[in-house]
């Protein structure tokens, strides 16, 4: 597999007011095409500033960040968020769904960026909804489905346009044990079956076994690269 | 338009403040239809074919000020002018002194210089014949139960006869029926009494009159025959002003009030309040879906997809509002009208009071977006997913 993500000499630096706070320093990281790759490390260690970056949300102080073979970091901000649409899917800790919209018209979301049909948007919401195990779920809106459940869509979103690369931030941290292996299991399953390369960033263990690789950050620094 | 769902249900999220904004902008722009009307009204009045044919002419001085009758054979001799007919306010109200009565008394060949306004020819020639006898306004007839034939008490409120009494009597003799009802509205509210009957029994008149109505043979004239009418009595005691009859009556008018400055000063207070009240709507429903307007730049919405999304949600609360205020108004100018027993001759909400409105609404939408638009773009996706 060739590699998907290519670090270099990355870091990250953050104004706090008078202050300069150096959140990366000087991160070398390659991520191969259908990896699924856990960041972990205590709490201010930089794993969300890194997800953030190689994402698209965020640009970096110095170094360089490629994805696909595109040099994210020399984008401006209109071409990274069309950049975002067409290449990541976005997990969230606390799912970020659209509490107004039902789940179907959370999933389609992604796609009003796109020349598709209305029906061709149904239609590939109504697949992603499927392959969460949430088509019954549709009509329902956020508030009427479980943590789990509400999950599960997030990921449906996050898979819609179908993206090379999922990048998930806590995806299992607001959920009950049961939830949580539900929610691994898909993202292994998308990993497995559909190769989508998996980023994730868990505080927890049992969550980091689910992936190939784990990687260790603290204090802004690449410590440890453990393969599963 | 695939936007629009999102749009409407982000408008929605909170039911309570949105619908108690829309029931503001509702309201706003049915006064906003109601006023306008009062305005277009008031614009309207005078403007008619036939009225661009006729020329008022008052004191120079004030419009209370009388002139006398003798002028009326010297304006006949201008070249151009076809009649000169004459009339004084009598102020007459019936039984009580709010139910005022639009009443004039008038010279002879008063009728003859309104064609748009229809007698029959025995009920005019009844009304010659009888001195004390009136030709009232078919609206004014209904509102007050009069038919030919009644004798009718009116009281002025100016004007008592030689007893010293202001209790007038008058023997209806005809009904007065306009025949355009857009701009002759007011004909059907008249009541029309002998000029000469007023100034025999009145101590007050002594052969003054109130205005002189000219109607001149080529409309393209009407400006050299009120430069000569109004040369007759240059630097004498009673030096008259010429206008056209929706001169005068915009000039009368405005010594009334300026409807045009009162009915801007309440519009301009009302939209004020408007565009605070629902800035803040959008202020909060912005500020409160932060972590929302981020996900949405998150998954690939440009910042000006946000911006045109929030300016769009806005223009629409806007739009929403102010299209059902004016249908509202629409319904309501009418039945005003109608209540007002023929007083008040409102026109319907128009394609002009429409267009304005749209383009208020437009306007205001926009401008109440513009600042949550402007947050909502600038808006950082980690520090607001981050809930910083």
């Known amino acids: 597999m060739g590699k998907l993500i290519e670090i270099r000499d990355l870091s990250k630096v953050y104004v706090r007011g008078k202050q300069k706070v150096e959140v990366l320093h000087h991160i070398d990281l390659d991520v191969n095409e259908g990896d699924f790759l856990a960041l972990m490390g205590p709490s201010g260690s930089g794993k969300t500033t890194l997800l953030n970056l190689i994402g698209g949300l965020d640009v970096p102080s110095g170094g360089s960040i490629t994805v696909g073979g595109q040099r994210i970091d020399q984008l401006g901000a209109g071409a990274l968020a069309k950049w975002r649409a067409a290449n990541v899917g976005f997990v969230f800790q606390f799912y970020n769904l659209m509490p107004m919209l039902s789940a179907q018209r959370n999933v389609e979301l992604p796609l009003l960026l796109t020349r598709l049909s209305a029906a061709e948007r149904r239609k590939r919401a109504a697949i992603a909804l499927q392959l969460v195990g949430l088509a019954d779920r549709a009509a329902h809106k956020p508030g009427e489905l479980s943590g789990g459940q509400q999950q599960r869509v997030s990921i449906a979103r996050a898979i819609v346009s179908d993206p090379k690369l999922l990048v998930c931030d806590e995806p299992t941290g607001d959920l009950d044990r049961q939830s949580a292996e539900e929610v691994l299991a898909l993202l292994g399953a998308l990993n497995r079956d559909h190769g989508k390369t998996v980023l994730m960033v868990t505080h927890d263990p049992k969550a980091a076994s689910s992936a190939r690789h784990t990687v260790h950050l603290d204090k802004g620094t690449l410590v440890e690269q453990v393969a599963a | ?388």
């Open chain 2, 1 to 388: 338009m695939k936007y629009l769902h999102l749009i409407w249900a982000s408008l929605f999220r909170r039911k309570t403040r949105t619908v108690l904004t829309l029931v503001s902008i509702i309201a706003a722009f049915l006064l906003f239809g109601l006023l306008d009307a009062v305005r277009t009204s008031f614009n309207q009045a005078g403007q008619s074919a036939n009225g661009a044919q006729r020329l008022q002419t008052g004191s120079k001085l004030s419009f209370i000020q009388t002139l006398p009758q003798s002028l009326q054979a010297q304006m006949a001799q201008i070249p151009g002018v076809k009649i000169v007919t004459y009339a004084n306010w009598f102020g007459g109200a019936y039984q009580d002194p709010h139910n005022q009565v639009f009443s004039f008394a008038v010279a002879p060949n008063y009728l003859d210089v309104y064609p748009e306004v229809a007698v029959s020819e025995a009920e005019r020639k009844a009304f010659e014949a009888t001195r004390t006898g009136a030709l009232v306004g078919e609206t004014l007839a209904k509102r007050f139960g009069w038919k030919v034939g009644d004798r009718v008490p009116l009281q002025s409120t100016i004007f008592p006869d030689r007893q010293g009494s202001k209790n007038w009597s008058f023997d209806i003799v005809g009904i007065l029926h306009s025949t355009d009802k857009k701009t002759g509205g007011f004909f059907d509210q008249m009541f029309l009494l002998h000029w000469k009957y007023f100034d025999e029994t009145t101590p007050y008149n002594a052969g003054q009159v109130g205005w002189y109505v000219t109607r001149v043979g080529d409309v393209n004239q009407a400006d050299r025959v009120a430069k000569a009418i109004d040369s007759l009595s240059a630097n004498s005691d009673h030096e008259t002003r010429t206008q056209t009859e929706q001169a005068a009556t915009a000039s009368w008018m405005k010594q009334l009030a300026d409807i045009g400055l009162i009915v801007g000063a309440i519009m301009g207070a009302v939209f004020f309040t408007l565009i605070l009240l629902s800035g803040n709507t959008m202020m909060q429903a912005v500020r409160e879906r932060t972590s929302e307007l981020a996900v949405l730049k998150t998954i690939g919405f440009s910042s000006r997809s946000v911006l045109a999304m929030v300016l769009a949600e806005s223009v629409l609360l806007l739009v929403l509002g102010g299209v059902l205020g004016l249908a509202l108004a629409s319904v309501v100018v009418p039945m005003v009208s109608g209540f007002s027993g023929g007083m008040l001759n409102l026109p319907t909400v128009g394609a002009d009071s429409w267009g304005l409105g749209v383009v208020l609404m437009l306007v205001i939408g926009l401008v109440v977006g513009l600042l949550p638009a402007m947050n909502a773009m600038r808006l950082n996706i980690v520090d607001a997913l981050a809930g910083r």
